[in-house]
C-alpha cells in the first residue's frame, strides 16, 4: 500500500508540472492542488490501516480455525507393531435406580447391568485381502451394578472390573471366521435379537436392571431370592472359552458352532436382512452342557419402516430338577420427532417359569424411552419396571423399579 501512495503522489506532481505555465504561476491554484494532494494521501492512509486490520483479522479467524480443528480431529492411536492397526473404544452407562420393594423404597446410583460400562481394544492385521487376523481384548468396570445392589447391600465392595474378551481370530472372506478364547459363545445373545431401539433400558433379560433386589415376604422381611434369581431369559452360554466356528453370511444366513470349556458345546443359526418393507433379525440356538441335558432358545425382532418393531424370544432347558422356560414379547415404536437423534418408546412382557423352584411363576411388565443425542454419542433413557414371583406357600410382595440414566460411547 505505501508503493501505491507514493506512485500516487508522483502522478499528481506530474499532473501539475505538465499543465499550462499559467496554473504553475497562479499561487491560489497551487495552494489548492496541495490540499487536494494531501487529502487524497489522508485517505489512502486510512485505507491502508483498513486493510491492515481486515487481513489480521483474517489471520486472527484462521488461526482459531486451524485451533478448532486440530481440537477436534480424532486422536491418534498407534501400535507397537506397524503390522497391526490399534482402536480404543468403550462406553460409560450411569443411572439413578429408585426401588418400592411393597415395604420401603430406595434410591440406589448404579452402573446399569443391561449395558455395563466398559473399555476394548481391537488389534487387526491385513495377512491377505481376504484374510485379516485380530485380536480383542475388553474389560467390565461397575461400580454399584444393577446385578448386585440390594436393600442390605447399597454400596457394593469388592474388585469391580472384570474380563468380557481375551481372545484372537482369524475371519477370511469366503472361509469364515475362527475365534479362540474368551468370548461370545455361538449361542450367545440368540435370545436378545431386538431391533426396538430400547434394548439398553428393557429386554427379553428383564432382570437386568434391578437383579439384585431382593423380593419380600408377607411379613415385610427379605427372602433369600433375588430378582435376578428367577427372570431368566434362557441366553445360551454367554461369554466363555471356547473354539468358535462362524461361516460366511449367506443370503443373510450364518451358521455357528463352539466347543466350550467344562465339556459343553452349542450351535446356532442366525439371520439378518433388509426388506422393502422393514429390517428383520432373528437366531436360533441348541446348548449342552454337563449340568443339563440340553437347552433351546431363540429370538425374532422386525423393524417396519414406519418406526413400529415387533419383538418375541422363547426358550426351555430340559435338566434333572427344573426345567426352567420362558416366553417375552415387546411392542416398539421410534421416530425422529428431534434433530437430536431417534427417540424409542415399547412396552413389553415377560414370564418364566420354574427358575429356581417347580412352582415358581415370574412375571413382569415394563415399558421403556431412549432418546438418542447424535452429536453427544449419547444415549438417554428411562424405564419402569414390575416384578411379581407367585411362589407356592410363599406371599412375596411384587417389585416396582424405576431407571434413569445415560450412555455416552467412545
Given at each position: ?124 492385521g491385513d ?99 433375588r ?30 458352532a463352539?466347543?466350550?470349556?467344562d ?68 411392542l ?15 412396552a ?12 415358581d ?24 419396571r ?25
Amino acid at each position: 500500500m505505501s508503493h501505491q501512495k507514493t506512485l500516487l503522489a508522483t502522478a499528481i506532481v506530474c499532473a501539475m508540472a505538465s499543465g499550462p505555465a499559467l496554473a504553475l504561476t497562479d499561487a491560489q491554484e497551487l495552494e489548492q492542488l496541495k490540499r487536494q494532494l494531501g487529502t487524497l494521501l489522508e485517505r489512502v492512509d486510512q485505507l491502508e490501516t483498513k486493510t491492515q486490520n481486515a487481513e489480521a483479522r483474517a489471520r486472527a479467524a484462521e488461526t482459531k480455525a486451524e485451533t478448532m480443528s486440530s481440537a477436534r480431529a480424532p486422536a491418534v492411536v498407534s501400535s507397537g507393531n506397524d503390522k497391526i492397526r490399534v482402536s480404543v473404544s468403550g462406553h460409560v452407562n450411569r443411572a439413578l435406580l429408585v426401588v418400592d420393594d411393597g415395604e420401603e423404597s430406595e434410591l440406589y446410583h448404579v452402573d446399569n447391568d443391561s449395558s455395563s460400562t466398559r473399555l476394548r481394544v481391537i488389534g487387526e492385521g491385513d495377512v491377505s485381502p481376504e484374510l485379516t487376523v485380530g485380536t480383542a481384548i475388553e474389560v467390565q468396570l461397575e461400580s454399584n451394578s444393577t446385578a448386585s445392589v440390594s436393600q442390605d447391600n447399597e454400596a457394593v465392595s469388592g474388585d469391580s472390573v472384570s474380563d468380557r474378551r481375551l481372545e484372537v481370530y482369524f475371519d477370511h472372506d469366503r472361509l469364515g471366521k475362527v475365534w479362540m478364547g474368551k468370548g461370545w459363545t455361538a449361542s450367545e445373545d440368540s435370545s436378545e435379537m431386538d431391533l426396538s431401539g430400547t434394548a439398553l433400558v428393557g429386554y427379553s433379560s428383564t432382570a437386568d436392571i434391578a437383579g439384585g433386589i431382593k423380593f419380600r415376604n408377607g411379613a415385610g422381611n427379605l427372602s433369600t431370592t433375588r430378582v435376578g434369581d428367577v427372570f431368566l431369559n434362557l441366553d445360551g452360554l454367554g461369554r466363555k472359552n471356547r473354539l468358535r466356528y462362524d461361516t460366511p453370511s449367506m443370503a443373510g444366513v450364518k451358521l455357528a458352532a463352539s466347543a466350550v470349556e467344562d465339556s459343553a458345546w452349542d450351535t446356532a443359526l442366525t439371520y439378518a436382512a433388509e426388506y422393502s418393507q422393514g429390517t428383520v433379525a432373528a437366531a436360533v440356538a441348541y446348548s449342552d452342557q454337563e449340568s443339563n441335558d440340553g437347552q433351546v432358545n431363540g429370538s425374532a425382532s422386525f423393524l417396519h419402516n414406519s418406526g413400529v418393531s415387533v419383538t418375541l424370544a422363547a426358550g426351555e432347558r430340559d435338566s434333572e430338577s427344573l426345567d426352567p422356560n420362558f416366553v417375552y414379547g415387546k411392542l416398539g415404536y421410534q421416530n425422529r420427532w428431534f434433530d437430536a437423534g431417534k427417540t424409542a418408546f415399547s412396552a413389553d412382557y415377560h414370564v418364566a417359569n420354574h427358575a429356581q423352584e417347580r412352582s415358581d411363576k415370574a412375571k413382569s411388565v415394563g415399558v421403556q424411552m431412549v432418546q438418542n443425542v447424535d452429536n453427544w454419542a449419547t444415549e438417554l433413557y428411562v424405564g419402569y419396571r414390575n416384578y411379581d414371583l407367585e411362589r407356592a406357600g410363599e406371599n412375596l410382595d411384587e417389585v416396582d423399579a424405576v431407571i434413569a440414566g445415560a450412555r455416552i460411547k467412545f
